[in-house]
């Protein structure tokens, strides 16, 4: 089982997006695992995006991530999930993204790009324990469609 963390950041919830993107999820077969509202606080985003403190980015995007309330996942799946998921949300700036993916559909400039997912299995497994205490996510639940979606 793999797993990645999604924010879905206050541009889609502000724009009304937190529905078709999560539609988009769920309709590939992706198993949630946990979903909630929140408002990430400036501690949370500076250990969140840890890996880019330094960068010219940087205030900007604790910024955008903190100004208003973002919708976290737990999306889960066998080996190869977290590409795939990466692979839905598409290239960081949506200019540039790729028709068919989430940025490159609903979105225009780097600094609103919509959507975090985890770019390694380790990033999604360090990025949940960020966002989730054990006891808010249901890792293990029987889907009815499991089969119908797995070999
Ligand atoms: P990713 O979200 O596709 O993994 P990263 O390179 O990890 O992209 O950057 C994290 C986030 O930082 C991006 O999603 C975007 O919100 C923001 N970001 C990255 N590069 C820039 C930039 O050049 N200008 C403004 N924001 C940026
Ligand atoms: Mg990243």
Do not use: C
């Amino acid at each position: 089982m793999e797993r990645a963390l999604i924010i879905l950041k206050p541009d889609a919830v502000q724009r009304g997006l937190v529905g078709p993107i999560v539609s988009r999820l769920e309709q590939r077969g992706l198993k949630f695992q946990g979903l909630k509202m929140m408002r990430v606080t400036e501690e949370l985003a500076r250990r969140h995006y840890a890996e880019h403190e330094g960068k010219g980015f940087f205030a900007g995007l604790v910024s955008y991530i903190t100004s208003a309330p973002v919708v976290v996942a737990v999306v889960a799946g066998k080996t190869g999930t977290v590409e795939m998921v990466r692979a839905m949300v598409g290239a960081t700036n949506p200019a540039k993204a790729a028709p068919g993916t989430i940025r490159g559909d609903f979105g225009v400039e780097i600094g609103r790009n919509l959507i975090h997912a985890s770019d390694s299995p380790e990033s999604g497994e360090r990025e949940t324990a960020i966002f989730f205490q054990p006891e808010e996510l249901i890792v293990e639940w029987a889907r009815i469609a499991d089969p119908w979606i797995y070999e």
